[in-house]
């Protein structure tokens, strides 16, 4: 049997954690896109999976958002912890509601691909302490057990969901975390030209979507189907300028803006943080 055992860092962070979240003006850039997303009912970040800085950001878009109407937050995780999602949302956030939202399959499988990184915990941690005083939905939109590279059903299971929810909730906007792919706005991807992308599937609502990404730094990335190729990895060196662009039409990358951060830092998997020990 497996017991997951809290380390004194994870304490400490569980005190950060449980800090209540006071509102506050967004930052210049977070404002811009806020502005810029304003008249979309949804709102679509593409990242690079396992950095710790694009979770917090979403965290800091969820709170704005749901400052103003009932939102929808989806996430690139499985359906089948949704369970475990809506338990811990609905606790009071202690070390055995951790413990418990843990000890699903997908926080504890030996393929670690960054979303289910200690940002992603901290990620839920936030929405959490929103629901206190928003009303808020977290959606787990994938696959039951979907491998990185699976296809064009992944994007359309996901676009069902998340739609499905939205026409259940006339009121509400959504906020999608997901895999820079997966939040492209155009039609096709350079394996097959007739894919369609959660974002594209999503058109009707019409959504913005933004990457978010950094110019140096580093992420929890997986290059291969094998275990073993997931580790925390340096990006290459970049000439390009932190900043943002923000525009009405889409860009080359499938996306209405970019959001260059100037640094990332890779979040290592949430269980890798907790540790475990077999009994």
């Not at 808020?136 to 996901?158: C, K, N, T």
Request: charged share 25%; with cysteine; hydrophobic share 45%.
């Amino acid at each position: 049997m497996i017991a997951i055992r809290l380390h004194l860092g994870c304490l400490l962070l569980a005190v950060v954690l449980s800090t209540p979240l006071l509102a506050a003006e967004p930052a210049a850039p977070l404002k811009q896109l806020l502005e810029a997303a304003g008249g979309h009912r949804v709102l679509l970040v593409g990242e690079i999976h396992g950095t710790a800085e694009v979770p917090a950001l979403v965290a800091d878009l969820a709170d704005a958002l749901a400052a103003e109407a009932p939102l929808v937050v989806g996430l690139e995780l499985p359906r089948d912890e949704q369970k475990r999602i809506d338990a811990f949302l609905d606790s009071a956030g202690t070390g055995d509601d951790r413990v418990a939202l843990l000890a699903g399959k997908f926080w504890t499988r030996d393929y670690q691909d960054g979303r289910s990184s200690l940002a992603m915990l901290e990620l839920l941690e936030r929405l959490r302490q929103l629901r206190l005083r928003t009303q808020i939905e977290v959606l787990a939109l994938d696959q039951v057990g979907a491998a990185v590279a699976d296809g064009d059903a992944r994007d359309r299971a996901m676009a069902e969901g998340l739609s499905a929810a939205l026409e259940a909730q006339p009121e509400a906007r959504a906020l999608v975390l997901a895999g820079n792919f997966h939040t492209r706005l155009q039609k096709g991807a350079p394996w097959d030209q007739s894919h369609e992308f959660l974002g594209y599937r999503l058109s009707r609502f019409e959504p913005y979507a933004i990457e978010i990404m950094g110019v140096a730094g580093s992420a929890w990335i997986c290059t291969g189907p094998e275990t073993d190729s997931c580790k925390a990895r340096d990006f290459p060196d970049s000439s390009l300028e932190p900043g943002i662009e923000l525009g009405a039409d889409v860009n080359e990358r499938g996306h209405q803006g970019i959001w260059r951060l100037q640094r990332t830092s890779a979040s290592p998997p949430a269980k890798f943080a907790v540790g475990e020990r077999v009994e």
